[in-house]
C-alpha cells in the first residue's frame, strides 16, 4: 500500500511547523530576556571593581641568580658528614656541666655563605635542647635547658667553609637533631 500525503496531512504539517517554530522563537526571546537580565544586574554589581585585570606589560626587576641544586646538595652534604661532629662536640659542652648524658634535642642554625664558600655569620634560630633525663634527685619538671649548645654552634659555624662555593651569597638553615637518647 502507498502512502500519499493527502492535502489534509500537508496543512496539519504545516500547521505544526508553524506552531513548532513560534514556539523556537519564543523560547529563544526568553534566553535572551534571561541574558539582558543577568547583564543588567552584573551592571549593578562590584563585579568589575572586585575583578583583577592586566593591563599591558609588568615590569621585573633583575633578581640575579640563584645557587644551582648540585651546590645545595653539596653544603647539606658537608654540614650533615663534615660538620656534624661540631654539634655533637657542642652538645658534649652542656653534658659536661651539667654531669648528665641525657641531654637531647632538636635546634636550627642558619648561616650566610658568601661566594667564596666562606661562613660570614651564623646564628640559632630555634633550639628545644634539654635534659630528657634529670640527674637523681631532680623531678622530671625541672629538667634544665642546654645553655651551651647555641653559642658553641654559632662559634664553630662561622669556622665553616663550602667547595663548591655558591654562585651568590646564600643563607642556608640546617635543622637538625642531637643525643643519642633522643
Known sequence: ??????????????AALALSSGCAKRQTEKQNQGEQDLFAQYQKSDYEKDMVTHDGEQEYKDEGKGVSPNVLKSIQDAVENVYERDFGRCLQRDMEAFENRWIAG???VEFAIATTGKVTKARITAMDIKERKPPKGKKENQAREAKLFGPCVEESAAKWEFDP??????????????????
Open 1 to 14: 500500500m502507498s502512502h500519499h500525503f493527502s492535502s489534509l496531512h500537508l496543512s496539519l504539517l504545516a
Open 165 to 182: 662555593p655558591p654562585e651568590v651569597d646564600y643563607v642556608y638553615t640546617y635543622s637538625g637533631k642531637v643525643g643519642e637518647q633522643f
Open 106 to 108: 632538636t635546634f636550627s
